[in-house]
């Protein structure tokens, strides 16, 4: 797991990508080693922002995302994505910092928590949750826009291509590539109730509303979102 870090540290990353008219994306590559991350981003109706597995981004481009609205709540969805946590709340120290409840301890190795994400306050538009399986080890986030819900993962579900050399090869030996799956490294660490994760896709699955579901690493799954988790919780 990368260290934290502990002043402002762009990384290459790829534009905003402006999914609905209350939901963005950036996708970025994560230092030394052939894996891309991302931010997800939900804007409430009051303009406060939800920015759910922080990523530091250009000025220009954090000017446009501070216009689009506050920042005021800091998701992090798991103990293995604090790499830019505590930067976020150096910048923004009046944004309140959530965690998944298993995952406190771990994420306040780097930056004080000041809820679990079961205590943030319903909104009708931004839903969280427990990944069931994980002993709330990791959230999941739920939001809805004119275009129907986007279900936000993070390392319970995958969809990472296969990628070239020796990262690429190591990835697909630890089942982690090759389309939406969850990974061999979540079953190990990430997933003790293989039933209740399966459950719980079925569940979502069955939600006509689901227009796409971001995951913390690599590509949006928009194609039948739905048809995916079924496929995915049946090999659980």
């Not at 402006?18 to 991302?38: F, H, I, Q, S, Y």
Request: no cysteine.
């Amino acid at each position: 797991m990368p260290k934290a870090y502990e002043t402002w540290t762009v990384t290459p990353h790829g534009p905003i990508e402006k999914l609905t008219d209350n939901l963005w994306r950036v996708e970025a590559k994560m230092p030394n080693m052939g894996l891309r991350r991302v931010m997800t981003v939900a804007r409430k109706d009051d303009g406060q922002l939800v920015i759910h597995n922080a990523i530091a981004l250009d000025e220009l481009e954090m000017k446009e995302l501070e216009a689009w609205g506050t920042p005021g709540v800091l998701v992090v969805p798991n103990g293995a994505h604090r790499l830019d946590a505590k930067i976020f709340s150096k910048r923004y120290p009046d944004m309140k910092v959530v965690a998944p409840r298993g995952s406190r301890k771990k994420v306040e190795e780097v930056v004080a928590v000041s809820a679990a994400l079961d205590e943030l306050r319903k909104d009708p538009k931004i839903a969280f949750g427990y990944v069931e399986g994980t002993t709330e080890l990791e959230g999941y986030m739920e939001v809805t826009s004119d275009d129907g819900k986007s279900l936000v993962l993070t390392d319970a579900l995958f969809n990472m291509p296969h990628q070239p050399g020796f990262f690429g090869f190591v990835f697909r030996v630890l089942g982690s590539t090759g389309g939406p799956r969850v990974s061999g490294i979540a079953r190990m660490l990430l997933v003790k109730d293989k039933k209740a994760l399966a459950a719980q896709f079925a569940r979502f699955a069955k939600d006509s509303g689901l227009r796409r579901i971001i995951v913390g690493h690599h590509e949006v799954i928009d194609a039948s979102p739905q048809a995916v988790l079924e496929k995915v919780a049946a090999t659980l």
